[in-house]
Nanobody
Framework: QVQVVESGGGLVQPGGSLRLSCAAS????????MGWLRQAPGKEREFVAAVSWSGGSTYYADSVKGRFTISRDNVKITVYLQMNSLKPEDTAVYYC????????????WGQGTQVTVSS
């Protein structure tokens, strides 16, 4: 049974940093993308970042470029999201996804971790 488990969310002040982690297990994930999406209250879920299997290709939403960095460890089957210079508008539930493409349709999803940026 595939499991995708996020960790690392919390409360941070504007301008601060957080690092999210996500570990996948229970399946074979060769050539799968791993990534993050988020959903703020009253808004639709939106793409944040994704990384290819090799780690050689990364993708970011315009709203987080230059502030967030995605990386992965294929030995641990874990993806990370380093979030710097956080803004109140980054407040959302962040979901980890594992799938065959960067849309993660038909892929595997975690339960989400809350990130709140507030003074």
């Amino acid at each position: 049974q595939v499991q995708v488990v996020e960790s690392g969310g919390g409360l941070v002040q504007p301008g601060g940093s957080l690092r999210l982690s996500c570990a996948a297990s229970g399946g074979t994930f060769d050539n799968y993308y791993m990534g993050w999406l988020r959903q703020a209250p009253g808004k639709e879920r939106e793409f944040v970042a994704a990384v290819s299997w090799s780690g050689g290709s990364t993708y970011y939403a315009d709203s987080v470029k230059g502030r967030f960095t995605i990386s992965r460890d294929n030995v641990k089957i874990t993806v990370y999201l380093q979030m710097n210079s956080l803004k109140p508008e980054d407040t959302a539930v962040y979901y980890c996804a594992v799938g065959r493409n960067v849309r993660f349709a038909g892929g595997y999803w975690g339960q989400g971790t809350q990130v709140t940026v507030s003074s």
